[in-house]
């Protein structure tokens, strides 16, 4: 296909792959490392990181932060390759643990869920790059307005489009009546105002894909758009190398298109996920004040919200009846696998 390495920084990924992060727990020190040793960029999920620590329930902000070292450590005894982390700007305490990360020099904090404008002043004087996250361009020229007031641009882009799994940055009619643009139609769009910005800036922003990408000719049609990466995040559940419980992975196997649903988060933002029988039984019984709230995304009200998404998410990476995130196209996601298979998959 001849696809170039993706350079962010003076950071060279020799494959252009950025794995996706997928919390709670789905991509921790494990595949981030197998990703990252293959040649790509292997991404840790921050969000409730902790939550296997003795007293995460109890001092959940510590048992957040010492898991943030605990995980890159790891990934760095695995690994030469690039690191980074993804920490949600909604999250509660989200200065804390950026802080934690860059402690710990990650090479890359990816953000998304909001706009991650406080991410320049977060990193002054290291060097870790900042990668947001934004589903239009319109996002992106906010970003870009802001950071230059702080005396630098975004290092690169991820432009996640409608087909992502997870929380998402669309409307929920938009969604359900599948009226939105398509992905390779927003990552021309900023291209376009990337390519601007490095001409008047002198600088460098890559772009970089995500959302639905499962097939060579997804990739080729996405470079053909401007692309110069492309994120990956759930055809690495079902492999040897991630973290996940085994009954995590099995969902995505058995997983056809009628079990994709997009449901509407107790944060209030729509998200694409597997259907589950926590999800149903939840929609039917509807509100109920939720109890031991961990406090850890900023728009979620404890007593609207119809369960604990913290709660959902580590249940079913446990193995257990919860919440399981996932992107578009989950039908042809079919098999076991290990992550190098799957990078062969997509580039040869």
Request: hydrophobic residues 40%; aromatic residues 4%.
């Amino acid at each position: 296909m001849g696809l170039k390495e993706l350079k962010i920084g003076n950071l060279t990924a020799k494959i252009p792959i950025v794995q996706g992060a997928m919390g709670i727990g789905v991509s921790l020190s494990g595949l981030a490392a197998a990703v990252a040793d293959e040649g790509g960029i292997g991404t840790i999920s921050g969000v409730q990181i902790g939550f296997r620590e003795p007293d995460f329930a109890t001092n959940t902000v510590e048992a957040n932060l010492r898991a943030i070292g605990k995980e890159i450590k790891k990934a760095r005894k695995k690994t030469k390759g690039i690191i980074a982390i993804n920490l949600m700007a909604a999250m509660s305490n989200y200065d804390l643990y950026v802080k934690k990360a860059v402690e710990e020099k990650i090479d890359l904090v990816v953000s998304g869920a909001g706009l991650p404008l406080a991410l320049p002043k977060l990193v002054e004087g290291t060097s870790t790059k900042i990668v947001p996250i934004v589903s239009s361009a319109k996002a992106a020229k906010i970003i870009i307005k802001s950071y230059l007031k702080k005396g630098r641009l975004p290092d690169a882009f991820i432009v996640e489009g409608p087909l992502a799994g997870g929380h998402l940055g669309f409307k929920m009619d938009e969604l359900l009546e599948k009226k939105f643009m398509p992905l390779k139609d927003i990552v021309r769009e900023v291209k376009k105002l990337t390519r601007d910005a490095e001409q008047k800036h002198s600088a460098k922003i890559p772009v970089i894909a995500a959302g639905g990408i499962r097939t060579a000719e997804d990739i080729s049609e996405l470079k053909c758009a401007g692309s110069d990466g492309f994120q990956i995040a759930s055809m690495f559940v079902p492999t040897v190398e991630c973290n996940a419980h085994e009954n995590f992975k099995l969902a995505y196997i058995n997983a056809t298109e009628e079990d994709e649903i997009i449901i509407e988060s107790p944060v209030g933002m729509p998200a694409r996920a597997i259907k589950t029988d926590f999800l149903i039984n939840s929609t039917l019984q509807g509100s109920a004040e939720v109890s031991g709230c961990y406090n850890c995304l900023s728009g979620c009200n404890p007593s609207k919200a119809p369960y604990c998404i913290s709660a959902a998410l580590i249940n079913a990476v446990n193995g257990q009846d919860g919440i399981i995130f996932s992107g578009s196209k989950i039908n042809s996601i079919n098999k076991m696998s290990t992550v190098k298979e799957v990078i062969k998959s997509l580039i040869g």
